[in-house]
T-cell receptor, first 117, second 114 residues
Framework: AQKVTQAQTEISVVEKEDVTLDCVYETRDTTYYLFWYKQPPSGELVFLIRRNSFDEQNEISGRYSWNFQKSTSSFNFTITASQVVDSAVYFCALSEAQGAGSYQLTFGKGTKLSVIP | DGGITQSPKYLFRKEGQNVTLSCEQNLNHDAMYWYRQDPGQGLRLIYYSQIVNDFQKGDIAEGYSVSREKKESFPLTVTSAQKNPTAFYLC?????????????FGPGTRLTVL
């Protein structure tokens, strides 16, 4: 069965610091998709990025970057020069293409990030 | 504006009562989902529906029921059989039937049992 682990429950950083949120996943499928979502205090989850299992290229979007490594089953998320608006709970999620978990998202327990001004 | 609406935002219920949470989407998405979120537990899947008049149980379906009579609507009923219903409930939808597609989420309903 698929599983997503976010070992960091809460992280606090001072504004302008860089921070990395860890995500480790387990799946038996060879084709799968990894996602990151942001949940601000308002509660609604916001999609940030998707990665498929055949694309290990790292991605950068502004201050956000993602490092996908199949060898370690990790999909880590780094925020550079953090800002107070980055304060939120961040979820990593996995969807299998063909296994029992297809069409479903399995979420990690989330990492609460607090950016202190 | 296209999106997902959930109502009400806050809901209070007495023990032993059934309550229905509304979820409507105007994105023309095929699949819809209900999740439950508890502090420190992440999101857990209750039910999902890939097509009208069809739905599947998720990981924690006991004590819940759903219907999908229209493509745009997927209401969730929390029954009196649900032993610990106080939680934050999120509805989501996705285009097509592919694991590749990201899910879009509504603003959630916070249910409190008094």
């Amino acid at each position: 069965a698929q599983k997503v682990t976010q070992a960091q429950t809460e992280i606090s950083v001072v504004e302008k610091e860089d921070v990395t949120l860890d995500c480790v996943y387990e799946t038996r499928d060879t084709t799968y998709y990894l996602f990151w979502y942001k949940q601000p205090p308002s509660g609604e989850l916001v999609f940030l990025i998707r990665r498929n299992s055949f694309d290990e290229q790292n991605e950068i979007s502004g201050r956000y970057s993602w490092n996908f490594q199949k060898s370690t089953s990790s999909f880590n998320f780094t925020i550079t020069a953090s800002q107070v608006v980055d304060s939120a709970v961040y979820f990593c999620a996995l969807s299998e293409a063909q296994g029992a978990g297809s069409y479903q998202l399995t979420f990690g327990k989330g990492t609460k990030l607090s950016v202190i001004p | 504006d296209g999106g997902i609406t959930q109502s009400p935002k806050y809901l209070f219920r007495k023990e032993g009562q059934n309550v229905t949470l509304s979820c409507e989407q105007n994105l023309n998405h095929d699949a819809m989902y209900w999740y439950r979120q508890d502090p420190g537990q992440g999101l857990r899947l209750i039910y999902y529906s890939q097509i009208v008049n069809d739905f599947q149980k998720g990981d924690i379906a006991e004590g819940y029921s759903v219907s999908r009579e229209k493509k745009e609507s997927f209401p969730l009923t929390v029954t009196s059989a649900q032993k610990n219903p106080t939680a934050f409930y999120l509805c989501a939808s996705t285009q097509g039937l592919s694991s590749y597609n990201e899910q879009f989420f509504g603003p959630g309903t916070r249910l409190t049992v008094l």
